[in-house]
């Protein structure tokens, strides 16, 4: 591909444009935990979209609402995250024990309780019930997938996510071509496939085919399929008029699929096959828009293809290191960091052979893909990701239901400060994978360009 002046100018726009809408889903995410937590009256003292320094801030009330130079996150601060141990005044927290985890947690409650002032105690998050931490912690997530359930369900009503082959002939191949040669032209000795032979042009419309209307490509894709051998009469509409035919589908063995198009598997391993009827078209594809009750599909599958990627992670993250310093090739459905995502994007723009409908289409479905990530991931029960300090509040309530029905004294509020350590290895983690991730998609990225 050649970049123009043009191609480059629509790149960096796209990649712009990507750029600005992760850091309007970091905002809004962070807007699902800042609303609900004020809701509830937690005290909350910062909304910050980005980490490291401030590039700008204002106050508004008891809240500092800024943009940090770092986009890559955001957080909100809520007084009393961690509660201080049983039967001791918040502002006051023990002395550390002995033992580095110990040291983690207690240092976690002390600067919890350091930014807790003598009229806030009411105020803090750990005191809230359980549901309502849930809530709170449940809202950054949420509207992540309201996000996802917007863009990609407005991308399928609009534009359409499922290509659908239509009874219009786009191609007609001239010969038949022995499988496995690997050849894309003709022989002088290749006898010419059925359809050339009975003389369809690329364009007709199949109207019916052995006496049998056309209804759709599946249907007439079967009829041909059983009809091997013999010599068949064919209707098509050429230029607003039918034109009959007659046509013979000659006998091809091809490896036999089931429902969800896997191939099918003898006993010893090998493809189990079948002879059917060919006759050498190829069908047009269109996407047509869908209906607004297949919305909850494509959400769904947007989420299970996502959920899978972030079970395989680990595994899917030694394929990225050997392909990032090997040899091994880069698993174009692994995945991809930030970097990669705006390098396709400006792709996706730079391509003529793309309209520009489609290409703002596909703008949308990776935005609408980056915010189901950004659910998906988050649920993980694990600190310092939202779904870790859900875990925690229903470990809580889970254990104080217990107690009540042993009747037994209420134990209170679960440590979760005890959990730090666990903090501190899945923030570890989580800046290795992104630095990989980055380096990949810098010596090995993922392109639509080949």
């Not at 990701?385 to 037994?408: K, M, N, Q, S």
Request: hydrophobic share 45%.
């Amino acid at each position: 591909m050649t970049w123009s002046v043009g191609t480059v100018v629509l790149a960096v726009v796209a990649v712009l444009v990507f750029a600005l809408g992760l850091a309007a889903s970091i905002a809004l995410h962070e807007i699902g935990h800042l609303v609900p937590a004020k809701r509830f009256g937690v005290k909350v003292t910062q909304y910050m979209v980005g980490f490291g320094p401030t590039v700008w801030s204002r106050r508004r009330g008891e809240t500092e609402y800024g943009v940090k130079g770092v986009p890559l996150g955001g957080y909100i601060r809520m007084l009393g995250m961690f509660p201080p141990h049983r039967g001791e005044d918040p502002s006051v927290v023990r002395e550390s024990s002995t033992g580095i985890f110990q040291t983690m947690a207690d240092d976690a409650r002390r600067l919890s309780a350091e930014e807790v002032g003598p009229d806030d105690d009411h105020r803090v998050f750990w005191r809230l019930p359980v549901w309502k931490r849930v809530v709170v912690m449940l809202g950054g997530p949420a509207m992540n997938l309201l996000l996802a359930v917007a863009l990609l369900g407005g991308v399928a009503v609009t534009a359409g996510t499922v290509v659908v082959p239509t009874t219009t002939v786009a191609v007609v191949q001239e010969c038949v071509l022995p499988a496995g040669t690997g050849r894309d032209t003709c022989p002088e000795d290749a006898p010419p496939t059925p359809a050339a032979e009975a003389g369809l042009l690329a364009g007709d419309r199949l109207v019916s085919f052995d006496g049998r209307p056309v209804t759709g490509w599946d249907a007439v894709r079967d009829d041909i399929r059983d009809a091997a051998g013999r010599r068949v009469p064919l209707v098509v509409e050429r230029d607003g008029r039918e034109v009959t035919t007659t046509i013979t589908p000659i006998a091809t063995r091809v490896a036999r699929v089931d429902e969800d198009g896997e191939v099918l598997l003898a006993d010893d391993g090998r493809p189990l096959t079948e002879e059917v009827g060919f006759i050498g078209v190829r069908p047009e594809q269109v996407q047509p828009a869908q209906p607004l009750s297949d919305v909850p599909g494509v959400v769904l599958d947007a989420f299970t293809g996502t959920a899978s990627v972030v079970v395989t992670l680990p595994v899917r993250m030694i394929d990225v290191a050997q392909a990032a310093f090997g040899d091994a090739p880069r698993d174009p459905d692994g995945p991809i960091g930030i970097v990669g995502v705006g390098r396709l994007s400006g792709e996706i723009a730079a391509i003529d052979q793309i309209s520009s409908v489609d290409k703002v289409t596909g703008l949308v479905s990776i935005m609408g893909s980056l915010n189901m990530a950004l659910f998906v991931f988050n649920l993980l029960p694990l600190l310092p990701l939202d779904g870790g300090h859900v875990a925690g509040a229903l470990y809580e309530g889970a254990r104080r239901r217990v107690a009540a029905l042993r009747r037994r004294p209420d134990p209170g509020p679960f440590d979760v400060a005890r959990l730090m350590p666990v903090a501190y290895v899945v923030g570890g983690l989580l800046v290795a994978m992104s630095v990989l991730l980055l380096y990949a998609d810098i010596v090995r990225p993922i392109s639509l360009l080949g």
